[in-house]
Nanobody, 125 residues
């Protein structure tokens, strides 16, 4: 049974930092592409960052480029999202996703077969 469990969300002041983690189990993590997506209240889910199975290809949404960093630890089945210089517009539920293929170049969720339940990030201004 595939499971993706996000953690690390919370309340932070604007300008602060958080690190999200996603623990994966039930499938071959090291051969799966991983992505972070978010959904703000009243808005559609959007791409945040994606990393290929080996970590060689990384993509970011323009809104987070230079502030967020995605990384993965294939030995521990973990993927991270380091978020710095947080802004109020980063407030959202953040979801971890996994899949055998990806369309991160187009900032799409296409190819993501598995999803976590999300962790809430609230940035106060």
């Amino acid at each position: 049974q595939v499971q993706l469990v996000e953690s690390g969300g919370g309340l932070v002041q604007a300008g602060g930092s958080l690190r999200l983690s996603c623990a994966a189990s039930g499938y071959t993590f090291s051969s799966s592409h991983m992505g972070w997506f978010r959904q703000a209240p009243g808005k559609e889910r959007e791409f945040v960052a994606g990393i290929s199975w080996g970590g060689g290809y990384i993509y970011y949404a323009d809104a987070v480029k230079g502030r967020f960093t995605i990384s993965r630890d294939n030995a521990e089945n973990l993927v991270y999202l380091q978020m710095n210089s947080l802004k109020s517009e980063d407030t959202a539920v953040y979801y971890c996703a996994a899949g055998p293929t990806n369309d991160f170049r187009r900032r799409s969720s296409s190819g993501m077969h598995y999803w976590g339940k999300g962790t809430l990030v609230t940035v106060s201004s």
